[in-house]
T-cell receptor, first 112, second 114 residues
Framework: GESVGLHLPTLSVQEGDNSIINCAYS??????FIWYKQESGKGPQFIID?????DKRQGQRVTVLLNKTVKHLSLQIAATQPGDSAVYFC???????????FGTGTKLQVIP | DSGVTQTPKHLITATGQRVTLRCSPR?????VYWYQQSLDQGLQFLIQ???????AKGNILERFSAQQFPDLHSELNLSSLELGDSALYFC?????????????FGQGTRLTVV
């Protein structure tokens, strides 16, 4: 498969454990945040989003936490599976017709 | 399958040449975004169109240009290509153009400049 980054931070997790991927965002005016998953050789795929008027949102096996005070976003994956192995990007949008800015990504490796 | 189609999947060309990358958004999506992904830069936003009009511009070089046609498909033109332009180019689409909704990405075009 194709590599999306040579110097990405890597998180190695045992299958079945929970994963926590962190992201620091840059713009205090950002009011919408998204987590994307990118598998090798594929385009980014939406996982979950959260707006700035919330501090937590849950999906299926995933939870996003937002701490606006310290401009921090995290993605929690419950019962991590081999299929979760991918690069995870957080993205922020300051609202309106403005560019969505992606973080540098974190590579999640699930150990069977 | 995201519903976003990008062609070609792979492109190899020489320095100084010009190429055109094509994107067909999901049915019903009015907004198209272009991103460049290189090994050491991550995903860089290039430009966004909404219903045929440019809406937001990122770090797009002057050698690059894009447009969105009346049928909503979009093309990204890259000219005077340099070795450093080698990257994955992604197109994404969304229903609205405000950036605060989910965007769907295509599989990308892998450009190699030799």
């Amino acid at each position: 498969g194709e590599s999306v980054g040579l110097h990405l931070p890597t998180l190695s997790v045992q299958e079945g454990d929970n994963s926590i991927i962190n992201c620091a965002y840059s713009n205090s005016a950002s009011d919408y945040f998204i987590w994307y998953k990118q598998e090798s050789g594929k385009g980014p795929q939406f996982i979950i989003d959260i707006r700035s008027n919330m501090d937590k949102r849950q999906g299926q096996r995933v939870t996003v936490l937002l701490n606006k005070t310290v401009k921090h976003l995290s993605l929690q994956i419950a019962a991590t599976q081999p299929g979760d192995s991918a690069v995870y990007f957080c993205a922020e949008n300051p609202g309106g017709y403005q560019k969505v800015t992606f973080g540098t990504g974190t590579k999640l490796q699930v150990i069977p | 399958d995201s519903g976003v189609t990008q062609t070609p999947k792979h492109l190899i060309t020489a320095t100084g040449q010009r190429v055109t990358l094509r994107c067909s958004p999901r049915s019903g999506d009015l907004s198209v975004y272009w991103y460049q992904q290189s090994l050491d830069q991550g995903l860089q936003f290039l430009i966004q169109y909404y219903n045929g009009e440019e809406r937001a511009k990122g770090n797009i070089l002057e050698r690059f240009s894009a447009q969105q046609f009346p049928d909503l498909h979009s093309e990204l033109n890259l000219s005077s290509l340099e070795l450093g332009d080698s990257a994955l180019y992604f197109c994404a689409s969304s229903v609205v153009g405000t950036g605060d909704t989910e965007a769907f990405f295509g599989q990308g075009t892998r450009l190699t400049v030799v």
